[in-house]
């Protein structure tokens, strides 16, 4: 299970294997905090549009960044131990960018995945899995779920 995490100078060894077998990639990226339906109903979507589903995490800094100083709840290696237990998931590579942009470079996508909340034109490297003839796919939300309701829930018991 845990050899779904990749080390930096792991990435580009085991794409260029999920390449030679000829996997149709699909990358999405986010920050996986506290896991709930709609995240796996969300990972299993994006699964299902190829072979093979790449998740970038964002590290903890970057999670500080996005979403304020008292996140993340779980830390990166948790979160990345939780995704990479889901049958789902083929492989997880933290990032620590500000965007995903190299890492989406680096994985060189078939299909670029991100949640309801985006557009095409506010989807980091999408112009990029485009030019390279590639798809962007943008999948609905689960209605009632997101993390900071639950962590504003768990605040109210």
Not at 130 to 151: A, H, M, N
Request: aromatic share 6%; with cysteine; glycine share 8%.
């Amino acid at each position: 299970m845990y050899g779904k995490i990749l080390a930096p100078e792991e990435i580009e060894s085991r794409l260029k294997l999920l390449r030679g077998n000829s996997a149709k990639l699909v990358f999405t990226n986010g920050c996986f905090d506290l896991m709930h339906v709609g995240h796996i109903e969300y990972l299993m979507a994006a699964r299902s549009l190829g072979s093979k589903l790449i998740v970038g995490v964002n590290e903890d800094t970057s999670v500080s960044i996005l979403k304020g100083p008292t996140r993340p709840i779980n830390n990166l290696e948790n979160r990345m131990k939780m995704l990479a237990a889901l049958q789902c998931v083929d492989v997880v590579i933290p990032f620590s960018e500000e965007t995903p942009l190299n890492l989406i470079k680096q994985v060189r996508p078939h299909i670029l995945v991100k949640g309801g909340d985006y557009t095409l034109e506010n989807i980091v490297g999408a112009s990029y899995v485009v030019e390279q003839g590639g798809e962007v796919q943008i999948i609905p939300f689960k209605k009632g779920f997101s993390t900071t309701q639950l962590i504003k829930d768990i605040k109210n018991l």
